[in-house]
């Protein structure tokens, strides 16, 4: 499976919150404080190249410590019986299965180095064994066709000050963010043999494998005679760059590398299996204002096989003879997997309703495993036997949240402006009356490109058992509606988002069951700034809460990590005559005058997603234009905190500011 690289502004959280009752009787168990610490979350499935067996990675939050306890489980397909291949271990990811199944390989810490390493683990018995010793860790890596060797993703050293001083630091300005303290080095591409021994450097040049905001780099990919690796090329180590990402190639006895597929934007290539037909993901006709498209270039020809789907792909693998590809993607308000043809249109999955997570993976037969979830259960491992078959629950490791009640999530579609057919998710208070009028909170999506659905989804059940009504609408932008929903927002980055969230609210309104004099509005990163706009530009709403909140586009540009990542949604830098007044007049912070909604402003000191000098503005704003106004950082490095006790924090204060305010 090739997760696509991209990063957005999403918060993507799973939380639950104590239990304070609202609409429910005296025996209605609710969410509970400590329920947030049994919460397991499972991440990263392989499945083995026999279809037989399963490693995934489980986590779960350990209040005490303010870590994540990790641990890689073996899941028996048939029998959904489970084991632990390995615990205790730090920065656990990327179980990998040898192409034969003997061995798993996996990232974690390494007590010696300190550094993220390659482990290599017999599946026959006996310990985990260190391959690598990269001097600053390893990030992202893959097996060779014959199992004897495995390529990896190691950055270089930080370059040293000639004079030997360490107050030489000086460090030359480009792509970074300005939380920068020193120049980036690059990540380059190494070998070394499976069973351990001496690394060789593959890569020599100023570009890079992978970027320093991305979660993982894109994993290095072996032709099938192993004897060259194609990876996604970047410019530099800096995100800022990241869109003119290329596909090279290198011979493994050395060499230069050789560009593969120039077209910038493109990246996560994979062969197909036993073949030479190469995928890659790349934005649809190189518009980065469209959604990811998967191409395939075979014997000379290259064509988007997705094109008539039309829509972002999200992740994809190539099933069994190489034939077709499996496709994941937002699709309304739910996620789906088709199976995509070389030549023929896609076909839609039954999954019942089973939401699939962007992460999966196919065995040599086809059997395909996920992470998914649904509307009232979080986490689980499935198993599909096939593309024709549906999905079978292995695991229930989250069976505590089956006794607690929930509020009924639902999708809720409208006719947008511009004639667009638009959707969100209303969830109902936990003890809905019919014909009973509640307080209503928005719950806005970040990215843009993301989407809300009806899965398990802990932040709208915290207010539901609080006696409100959450609508999370989905808008132009968003990347489960199509092409041209998602390319609907270039230009239009805020009064139309802004137009097609009101329109929700309209059609929620006219269901009868809001009181219209209670209504909120929040969300966190792109979901703040459409928080921010809407209260500058709408008199209705009692009250607000704005997370990491992109509030001035031209400081955005300047100081975030993605700067180049702005320009596309204006066709143009803030800094030009063509493109001056737009970018000024998109902002929320040129309304914030406008603004009289009792505020509550939350984020991150060291985010270098949404700088919180965004907050700042729009905090100063508010309060010396006499808004009710409060304003909470937390000492994290993150766009959103990561750890458990800042995390429930985030939630304590979200939830409660909304129920004061729409009592």
Known sequence: MKLIARITLTLCVSLLWPSQRASADDDTKLFRLDDLRKLTRLSEPRISPDGRRIAVVASTPDWTSDQRSQQIDLVDTASGAMRVLTSQRKQLSMPRWSPDGRRLAFLAEDAGTKQ????????????????????????????????????????????????????????????????????????????????????????????????????????????????????????DAYWGSSYKSVIASVAVDGGQYAPLVPEESSTDPAYAPDGDALAYARPRQGDRNNGNAVYVAVDGKTSDVTQQLARHIEAYAWLPGGHALLLEGDDGTRTSLWEQPLTHPAKKLELGDVLVQRQFSVSKHGAITFVGSTATHPDELYVMASTAAMPRRLTDVNAFVDSLTLGRSESVTWTGPGGFAEDGVLTHPVGYVAGKKYPLALVIHGGPQSASNVAF????????????????????????????????????????????????????????????????????????????????????????????????????????????GDDYYFGGSPWTAQSWDIWREQSPIAYVRNVTAPTLILGDVGDPDVPLVNSYEWYHGLRDNGVPVEFYAYAADTHFPHDIVRTTDVYRRWVDWLVRHLE
């Open 116 to 235: 993220v390493q390659v482990f290599v683990l017999p599946m026959d018995g006996g310990d985990a064994s260190r391959i690598t010793t990269a001097t600053e860790g390893v990030d992202g890596y893959g097996w060779s066709p014959d199992g004897r060797q495995i390529a990896f993703v190691g950055a270089d050293e930080p370059a040293k000050p000639a004079s030997g001083k360490p107050q030489d630091d000086a460090f030359r300005v480009g792509d970074n963010d300005f939380l920068a303290r020193s120049a980036q080095a690059p990540w380059q591409l190494w070998v070394v043999p499976s069973q351990g021994g001496e690394a060789r450097r593959l890569t020599q040049d100023d570009g890079s494998l992978y970027t320093e905001q991305q979660d993982h780099a894109p994993a290095p990919v072996w032709t099938r005679d192993g004897r060259r690796i194609v990876f996604t090329r970047y410019p």
């Open 457 to 564: 989804s802990p932040l709208p059940q915290l207010l539901a058992a609080r006696g409100i009504a959450v609508f999370q609408p989905n808008y132009r932008g968003s990347s489960n509606l199509g092409d041209a929903y998602q390319h609907a927002i270039f230009r239009d980055t805020a009064a139309g988002p802004g137009n097609d969230v009101m329109a929700g609210l309209a059609a929620v309104e006219k269901l009868g069951l809001v009181d219209e004099q209670r209504v909120a509005v929040s969300g966190w990163s792109y979901g703040g700034f459409m928080t921010a706009w809407l209260t500058s530009h709408y008199g209705v709403w009692k009250a607000a809460v704005t997370g990491a909140p992109l509030t001035d586009w031209v400081m955005d540009y300047t100081v975030s990590y993605y700067q180049q």
